[in-house]
Nanobody, 125 residues
Framework: QVQLVESGGGLVQAGGSLRLSCAASGRGFSNYGMGWFRQAPGKEREFVAGLRWSGETRYYADSVKGRFTASRDNAKNTVYLQMNSLKPEDTAVYYC??????????????????WGQGTQVTVSS
């Protein structure tokens, strides 16, 4: 069983930065594929970033490429999402997710087994 707790959300002006953290409890974290998703009001949950077990292989949604950087520290059982050049359209609740091993459909929410409670990110114009 894995528990995920996100932190680091908040209110920021457009062009600003935030760093989200997702702390995981439980064994085997280093073998888990991790994902970041977000959900804006009235919209479906969407993929933001994915990291394989080593953290060296990372995937991003086109909408955040070049602005967001995902990373993980397996020694600390934590994944991060550094968000730069934030835009009002980045406003959403951000979730981290985990699954044992990797899945080719890493960008779809239903392949993940564990989810955090979410953290609100609000970007003002």
């Amino acid at each position: 069983q894995v528990q995920l707790v996100e932190s680091g959300g908040g209110l920021v002006q457009a062009g600003g930065s935030l760093r989200l953290s997702c702390a995981a409890s439980g064994r085997g974290f280093s073998n888990y594929g991790m994902g970041w998703f977000r959900q804006a009001p009235g919209k479906e949950r969407e993929f933001v970033a994915g990291l394989r077990w080593s953290g060296e292989t990372r995937y991003y949604a086109d909408s955040v490429k070049g602005r967001f950087t995902a990373s993980r520290d397996n020694a600390k059982n934590t994944v991060y999402l550094q968000m730069n050049s934030l835009k009002p359209e980045d406003t959403a609740v951000y979730y981290c997710a985990a699954r044992s091993g990797w899945h080719i459909y890493y960008y779809t929410s239903n392949v993940y087994n564990y989810w955090g409670q979410g953290t609100q990110v609000t970007v003002s114009s």
